[in-house]
């Protein structure tokens, strides 16, 4: 399969801070990478997708603001938490899609985010 | 519609013995449908994907049965194994544009050796 590569695997942050997330595909192309956030034992919900070079589209209930997207290039995507508040604390993990031939939507590692 | 239903919500198999997972969709549009393994603290690794043109899929102990007409399709892992222990997803996406993923709600597995 396709690697992508999420960093950092563990961030505690104090409140009030801001924490960058960043989503590296390591040997393909993503033109789309997609971020999730994930509760103790439940599903991956979607909060955005990134597009290169444009804007990022965003979940219905998702603060655009609060959750800062950039894909400046297609082989990376980050996600900022701005101003943190522990209710922020989640595992957030981003994914890409790969084209032909490794096709199929690829999973970074996550991100441990804690915010004291 | 944009729901994927999955069902059990956990399972306990013995080892050696047949997992079977299932999901249910109601977005005749969805064309792609992969099965994700999680284990703790990982992100979801794909494990096998079925486009609806065909009616089953096999790599290794992984199958993927699908029912275009019933709008569901299973995960079969034969043989389990202890190593098999871990989180489930069955997903479904639209091809075009943007291709997210929607998920069901994921199967905690436990093989028990």
């Known amino acids: 399969g396709a690697v992508v590569s999420q960093h950092p695997s563990r961030v505690i942050c104090k409140s009030g801070t801001s924490v960058k997330i960043e989503c590296r595909s390591l040997?393909?192309?993503?033109?789309?990478m997609f971020w999730y956030r994930q509760f103790p034992k439940q599903s991956l919900m979607l909060m955005a997708t990134?597009?290169?070079?444009?804007?990022?589209?965003?979940e219905q209930g998702v603060e655009k603001d609060k959750f800062l997207i950039n894909h400046a290039s297609l082989t990376l995507s980050t996600l900022t938490v701005t101003s943190a508040h522990p209710e922020d604390s989640s595992f957030y993990i981003c994914?890409?899609?790969?084209?032909?031939?490794?096709?199929?939507?690829?999973f970074g590692q996550g991100t441990r985010l804690t915010v004291v | 519609q944009q729901q994927v239903k999955q069902s059990p919500q956990s399972l306990i198999v013995q080892k050696g013995g047949i997992s079977i997972i299932n999901c249910a969709y109601e977005?005749?549009?969805?064309?792609?449908f992969p099965w994700y393994q999680q284990f703790p603290g990982k992100g979801p690794a794909l494990l096998i994907a079925?486009?609806?043109?065909?009616s089953e899929k096999k790599e290794g102990r992984f199958t993927i049965s699908f029912n275009k007409s019933a709008k569901q399709f299973s995960l079969h892992i034969m043989d389990s194994q202890p190593g098999d222990s871990a989180t489930y997803f069955c997903?479904?996406?639209?091809?075009?544009?943007?291709?997210?993923?929607?998920f069901g709600t994921g199967t905690l597995l436990a093989v028990q050796p």
């Open positions: 990134s597009n290169e070079g444009s804007k990022a589209t965003y």
């Open positions: 040997d393909f192309q993503a033109t789309t």
């Open positions: 997903a479904a996406s639209v091809s075009g544009a943007t291709n997210k993923l929607i």
């Open positions: 079925i486009r609806p043109d065909v």
């Open positions: 994914s890409a899609r790969a084209g032909a031939p490794k096709v199929g939507a690829f």
């Open positions: 977005n005749t549009a969805f064309d792609y």
